[in-house]
């Protein structure tokens, strides 16, 4: 941090006038904007914003952050137009945007993993994503999937609603007022931050506000309860890299579903929500009429909730416009992943036993220099998407790019991998595209194997050095799918590795593809160095650290 604001000293006189925001404002500095349905045009352009008090040129979802939330009702088809309108050349040009814990199964050319299932969206172009959603419904968020460039604000939330939710009788209200999410922000824009080792954000954003130490009182999220009603809030982890402690002073809440899927109810007074993690919980709104703070304190060294960080305020209907003065109590019955059962079809598939799939793979995570191996291999992006080379006849991974970083796995089989953190720069949350996995053993001290009701969710952490997590699914989604750790900074020094499901099976099991999929290739790749943005990042990069990754 240090090295960030020896950088930030020499602008901040310029834009300190702007970036001062009054606590008197009768509205949010970045109220979000109304919603989206399935079917829609997602804009993806560049603004200045404050949301912390800091001005600073960002990449947006709808001019928002975090991004407008797109809602839908389970089994609708969804029809998102991602139009790119990118001006700014000090930031990332091009862009695409993964529809996160969505399988995407039979359209895995729609799942917005740049240079995995698709070429990235060019400057003044436009790819329609259409897909169907199946049975899937709950909590969900989409986010670019190109390099690092959500860092720069191209994040939002999704909500897919069950009108016959089996949990509905517990809850009163469930709208776009409870969905609450956590950011990390960045005063530095990513193409810089990507060249640099050991990236700790300024802020974390409750529902696009908050603020940074030494910077002004600037607004903070407030979520508005009635007393006596029951709240489903769905808390969306938005980060690049921290991890957050959720809790709330005062409420205690009852976890109803992990990403997307729902789990039997469990009472917890806190829950830790890794990068790409979703929990839906209902909240008694039972206390005193009062101000509570509501808490989301990163594991970066020094967090602190003092003079209103890393908070927002749960604001009870007759409470006074002012911060609350409640006092965070030790949590005494913190979220244990391993507690979490899936509520629907319980039960690990294949034969109980560790080491009984079809399949077993074990990976270990390691890093040197601040690059990232997997079973001794950097990831690097390929220059022809994964499901093209596919498309084109390479089935077997010594024929597909990145050479060592594509597995291939055959049709219908029970996968267990085992995933090894050996490296510092732990806990790393890892998330597959195209399933959930069932989480047979979570990472941390004294972990047990559970095949019997094991969560089931699409992002699990795999721990700190020396721990590791277990995971089953079955490969019944034919296509290459990304495996990674889901803090950006980590993925783009190299922490990923491909699935390749059954690429003889792609070309059928994904049917007629559209033309304009196959045309984002070539124009990207008709692109000049200046037209993909992020001028001189690397400079800029070097004026503020000597700590850069290697080419």
């Not at 606590?23 to 079917?39: C, D, N, Y």
């Not at 692109?527 to 992020?534: A, C, N, R, Y």
């Amino acid at each position: 941090m240090y090295y960030f604001y020896l950088f930030l000293v020499s602008i901040l006189s310029t834009c300190h006038a702007a970036s001062i925001v009054s606590r008197s404002q009768s509205r949010p500095l970045l109220p979000r904007s109304s919603s989206l349905g399935p079917a829609t045009d997602l804009t993806i352009s560049n603004k200045m914003i404050a949301p912390d008090g800091f001005m600073r040129s960002t990449s947006l979802a709808g001019g928002t952050f975090p991004g407008p939330l797109i809602r839908a009702q389970k089994g609708d088809r969804f029809a998102i137009n991602v139009v790119n309108k990118l001006r700014d050349q000090d930031m990332f040009l091009s862009t695409s945007v993964h529809w996160h814990g969505l399988f995407q199964n039979g359209t895995n050319y729609v799942d917005g993993a740049s240079f995995v299932t698709q070429c990235p969206i060019s400057q003044n172009h436009s790819f329609l994503h259409r897909f169907d959603v199946g049975n899937q419904a709950g909590t969900f968020w989409y986010h670019s999937h190109y390099i690092s460039q959500s860092c720069d604000g191209l994040r939002g939330p999704l909500v897919i609603y069950d009108p016959q939710d089996p949990y509905r009788h517990l809850y009163d209200v469930d709208d776009d007022s409870t969905v609450i999410t956590l950011a990390d922000w960045y005063h530095v824009p990513a193409p810089v931050l990507s060249h640099m080792i050991g990236v700790n954000a300024n802020s974390t954003l409750i529902n696009g506000l908050g603020r940074y130490t030494g910077g002004p009182r600037s607004e903070l999220a407030v979520i508005n309860v009635e007393y006596g009603k029951r709240y489903r809030l769905r808390v969306v982890g938005m980060s690049c890299n921290p991890n957050f402690l959720f809790s709330i002073d005062g409420h205690k809440f009852t976890v109803i579903e992990a990403d997307g899927i729902l789990t039997e109810p469990l009472l917890v007074d806190s829950l830790q929500i890794f990068a790409g993690q979703r929990y839906s919980v209902i909240l008694n709104a039972t206390e005193p009429i009062d101000n509570y703070w509501l808490r989301a304190l990163p594991n970066t060294a020094n967090s602190t909730f003092i003079g209103g960080l890393n908070s927002a305020i749960l604001r009870y209907k007759g409470a006074p416009d002012t911060d609350p003065t409640t006092n965070q109590i030790k949590s005494v019955i913190p979220l244990l992943e391993q507690n979490l059962h899936a509520l629907i079809n319980p039960g690990a598939p294949g034969i109980p036993e560790y080491g009984k799939a079809d399949i077993n793979l074990r990976i270990v995570a390691n890093n040197s220099g601040g690059v990232y191996y997997m079973n001794g291999v950097r990831y690097r992006p390929p220059t022809v998407p994964v499901l093209l080379q596919i498309l084109s006849g390479a089935q077997q991974a010594t024929d597909l790019m990145p050479n060592g970083d594509v597995i291939v796995l055959e049709s219908n089989k029970v996968v267990e991998l085992t995933m090894v953190t050996a490296g510092f720069g732990g806990p790393h949350p890892i998330h597959l595209h195209g399933h959930a996995v069932d989480v047979v053993q979570s990472a941390g001290p004294n972990a047990t194997f559970n095949y019997k009701n094991p969560v089931r969710r699409d992002v699990a952490s795999a721990g700190i050095q020396g721990q590791q997590v277990v995971l089953r699914w079955v490969t019944d989604n034919s296509g290459p799918w990304f495996l990674h750790c889901h803090i950006d900074w980590h993925l783009d020094a190299g922490f990923a590795v491909v699935m390749a499901e059954d690429p003889a099976g792609a070309r059928q099991h994904l049917g007629k593809i559209p033309d304009s999929w196959e045309n984002l290739c070539p124009i990207y790749n008709s692109l000049s160095p200046s037209q993909l943005g992020g001028a001189n990042a690397l400079e800029k990069a070097a004026n503020i650290t000597s700590l850069l990754l290697p080419d």
